[in-house]
Structures are given as structure tokens and as C-alpha cells.
């Protein structure tokens, strides 16, 4: 790929966490029978009229702010017009010109480093229903999800590659989720995206033939479906080839993209402004309060969280990637004074609990208060890192505290040096060669001889002060 740049913009749709759908008191819910939350409205019945969701209008606003988006005060509903079986009104109601939002950024960390990547806009739009093929040999349709809630965020092609795109949705979906604005599920579909790819020589700054390809609705999808594409359009464009501006397909069991219809442009669909709809204001004094109402986001979190408290940078990302998470830690820190035994604990043991059991920090039995006394029982040395290792299971299900679990069995470290010295010699005596081969200068062996200590102590033994004694007999 030395020859050529990527040339990469996503359109990502999300389905918005509100409770009805977005033109009608229908149920938004996913997973309930076939067709049983459809109504007049989102049927499309002759003379049914649309009403706008207000707290959707919220949802996509506060997307804008997040996104650093400018939030238009008057916007509008368009008709987009295409025929498919699942779309019963023969247009989906979306916004053409002005979307709601429009003109923002997302800083996006990829390998190490900070790109700031332009979003062109964000509208509002219904979904379509959903055509279920093969059942008693026919195709039916299901209206359930016709009329949901989405919007759509649009990125500028600012995007420069296969692993940069999926870095990019990953942070729009950490995102959205740690607002609440969707409720993030890829396999119900709750995020999708549309990848727009294209080459171009390196040193060019003008755009070239794109491909638009589909559907993808998993973060590797992404990535895999791009990548594949530049491979296919590098080899066509050194074949002398040009690469054809159309719709493709990604089939995820063969890893490749296939064409599926020629690309349409926007005047393909004959938009024109909707007359069911009056336009969407957003007044000023609202839009103030939203703003003052969003929480800290979880990139500033992150950076506050390395500086204040000196987490490592992965650390800080690794526990601001949702709320609940980034809560838990804040309290734990505050309770114990020992942010970083926190953040250590959280990373290494919390975090891997949780998520073996599908749950979320926040409804752990384990509370922050337990975890704040686990470290501080590390902190004083009464547990090792090791034996909190060990019984940190136990402790995550059954939320006890770790202070009497751990006099309970047993698990108290020797702090005790005179106790201790014994065992040291014992092993010492036991190995008289790799004793012999450390004085020697391979001092890889002294790990070997803290091991031996450890386990004679059955993990008891304070491994610092274990390492200390053996340095000083060892000379
Ligand atoms: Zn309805
Ligand atoms: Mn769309």
C-alpha cells in the first residue's frame, strides 16, 4: 500500500434508547413477537398521521454536544424515497437539509497517538421493519422495528485506514453508550455502519471514485471489510483498472466485499421536506441545560484520571470505558486514599470478574467499599498481591468482607521476619547449587529461591521481605 493513502468516512447509524418510537407511542423494545408493537402510524395506513418523539430530539441533541457538534436551532424532517417491501409509507422519514447537528469531532486514540476526526452531521431518521425470508417458503415481514429511532452520524473522510475506522466506531459506541443515548447492542443491531472507502496516489489531496459498502455491524466486520477493500482496489487501480463508484457487500464467512447495485446519489431518492411534519426547533434555553447536564466524557475522564491520580494511560481507559466502571473506581479510590491499588485491583481482577459473568462493576456483589479494604489490607502488607489473587473470586461472588474472610483462612501474610528466616534457611539448605550459582552472578536464580520460600509458606510469606532476607544470606 506504499503507493497509495486510504481515503476512509463511516455513516453510523444508532438506534436511540427511548421508549416509544419516533413518530408513534408504539414500543421501540427489540425481540417481541412479529408484529405485535405496530400501529396506524408506523404501518403506514392511509391518513395516519406522524408525531415527533421529543425525548429522541434529546437523545441526537446531546450526541452533538458530546461530538462537539454545533446544534441547529430550527432543522427538518425530509422524505427519502425508495421502494422496499419492509418500508410501508414507499419513503423513510429522515433529515436531509438542516440535520440537527453538524460540524463536530471526535479526538480518537489509535496506536498511541491522537486523530482528530471531523463529523459532518447528525440526523435523525426511522428505521424499517424487517423482511424475514424462508419461513412456511414465502418471505414475511415484520413491522416491530419500523419506525424505531435512529440517528445517523456522518464522519468527514478523514479516516486513514482499516484499524483507524474501527478505533473510530469503537470510541462513537463507548461513547453513545456511556450517555445513554443507545443502548449499544450490535447483535440487536443497535449500531451500524456504512463504510465509504477509496485510494488515492500518496501526496493527493483531492477525492477519488469511492465504494460504499454496507451493513457492517461488528467492529471486526469493520475492519476486515475496509481492509479487504483497499487490497481490492490497489490491485485493480495496478492492474491499469479504475475503481467503480457502487454499492458493495461484505460477506463475513468469505471475508470479502461484493458489488451489490451501483451507487445512488442523494438526488436518486428525490428528498423534499416532509408536510406531515413542522420543523424541529430546539430553543436556546433548553439546549443550555442539556449541555450543563452532560456528564464528563469518558476521553476527559481518562486524562483526569491519569493526572490526578496517576494512572497509567491504559489503566485510565480501561476503567472510563463505561460509567458504572469509571463510578466504581472514583469511590474505591476516594474510600481508600489508594488509587493506584484500586486501579490494579479493578484492571487485573475486577474487570475480568465482571465480565465472565456478563455484569457491570455497579451491580457486583462485590461494592467499592469491599475492594477499598481489600487494598488497603495489600497497602499494609497483610495480604499479598498473590493471596488477593487467590481468594478474589470467593470474595467477587459473595461480596464478604475481605478482612475476615481472609483471618477466617487463614490467608494472613508473614510479615514476621524471625518467622520467616527459618523457612529461608531451610531452602537454602535444600539448594545448595543455585544458592552456589546466584553468589556466582546468574542472579535469575534468586526468583527461583523466592518461589521455593513461597511455596514451603504455602504462598504466606511476604515475598518482598522473602527477597530481602535471601539477598542479605546470600551476601
Ligand atoms: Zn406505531
Ligand atoms: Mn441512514
Avoid at 301 to 322: I, Q
Amino acid at each position: 500500500m506504499a503507493a497509495y493513502e486510504a481515503v476512509v468516512g463511516l455513516e453510523i447509524h444508532a438506534r436511540l434508547l427511548t421508549e416509544s418510537k419516533l413518530f408513534c407511542s408504539c414500543p421501540a423494545a427489540f425481540g417481541a413477537e412479529p408484529n405485535e408493537q405496530v400501529c396506524e402510524v408506523c404501518a403506514a395506513l392511509p391518513g395516519a398521521l406522524p408525531r415527533l418523539n421529543g425525548r429522541a430530539v434529546e437523545l441526537a441533541a446531546r450526541a452533538g454536544l458530546a461530538l462537539q457538534c454545533r446544534v441547529n436551532a430550527f432543522s427538518l424532517f425530509s422524505r427519502k424515497n425508495y421502494f422496499y417491501p419492509d418500508l410501508p409509507n414507499g419513503y423513510q422519514t429522515s433529515q436531509y437539509a438542516p440535520p440537527i447537528c453538524e460540524h463536530g469531532h471526535l479526538d480518537v486514540l489509535v496506536g498511541g497517538s491522537v486523530r482528530r476526526i471531523g463529523i459532518t452531521r447528525i440526523h435523525m431518521e426511522d428505521d424499517a421493519g424487517k423482511c424475514v425470508h424462508g419461513q412456511y417458503g414465502a418471505t414475511l415481514v415484520d413491522l416491530n422495528r419500523a419506525g424505531t429511532p435512529l440517528i445517523e452520524i456522518v464522519s468527514e473522510p478523514d479516516l486513514r485506514g482499516a484499524e483507524e475506522a474501527a478505533a473510530f466506531m469503537r470510541q462513537i459506541h463507548s461513547l453513545l453508550v456511556y450517555l445513554g443515548i443507545t443502548d449499544g447492542n450490535m447483535e440487536e443491531g443497535s449500531l451500524r455502519c456504512d463504510a465509504n472507502v477509496s485510494l488515492r496516489p500518496r501526496g493527493m489531496t483531492a477525492l477519488t471514485t469511492r465504494t460504499e459498502i454496507k451493513n457492517l455491524n461488528s467492529f471486526r466486520n469493520v475492519q476486515r471489510a475496509i481492509a479487504y477493500e483497499m487490497e481490492r482496489q490497489e490491485a485493480c487501480l495496478e492492474d491499469g483498472g479504475v475503481v467503480v463508484q457502487e454499492t458493495r457487500l461484505f460477506d463475513a464467512v468469505r471475508q470479502i466485499t461484493l458489488p451489490m447495485r451501483d451507487k445512488e446519489d442523494a438526488h436518486d431518492y428525490r428528498y423534499f421536506p416532509t408536510p406531515d411534519l413542522p420543523p424541529v426547533l430546539v430553543r436556546e434555553e433548553q439546549l443550555r441545560q442539556w449541555r450543563e447536564s452532560l456528564p464528563e466524557l469518558p476521553v476527559p475522564r481518562a486524562r483526569r484520571f491519569v493526572e490526578s491520580y496517576g494512572l497509567a494511560p491504559e489503566e485510565a481507559g480501561l476503567l472510563t470505558a463505561d460509567r458504572p466502571t469509571a463510578d466504581y473506581f472514583e469511590e474505591a479510590a476516594a474510600l481508600s486514599g489508594l488509587p493506584l491499588r484500586v486501579a490494579r485491583l479493578m484492571v487485573g481482577e475486577l474487570l475480568r470478574e465482571c465480565s465472565a459473568r456478563g455484569i457491570s462493576p455497579a451491580g457486583a456483589a462485590m461494592t467499592p467499599a469491599r475492594l477499598s479494604e481489600l487494598a488497603r489490607l495489600i497497602e499494609d502488607g497483610t495480604l499479598s498481591q498473590r493471596m488477593a489473587h487467590e481468594i478474589f473470586a470467593d470474595l467477587f461472588a459473595s461480596g464478604a468482607s475481605p478482612a475476615a474472610y481472609a483471618r477466617e483462612r487463614n490467608h494472613i501474610q508473614v510479615s514476621d521476619a524471625g518467622e520467616l528466616e527459618a523457612a529461608v534457611d531451610a531452602v537454602l539448605a535444600d539448594h545448595p547449587a543455585e544458592a552456589e550459582g546466584y553468589r556466582q552472578g546468574k542472579t535469575k536464580l534468586l526468583s527461583f529461591l523466592v518461589g521455593q520460600v513461597m511455596r514451603r509458606t504455602r504462598g504466606q510469606a511476604n515475598p518482598a521481605l522473602v527477597n530481602h532476607l535471601l539477598r542479605n544470606k546470600l551476601g
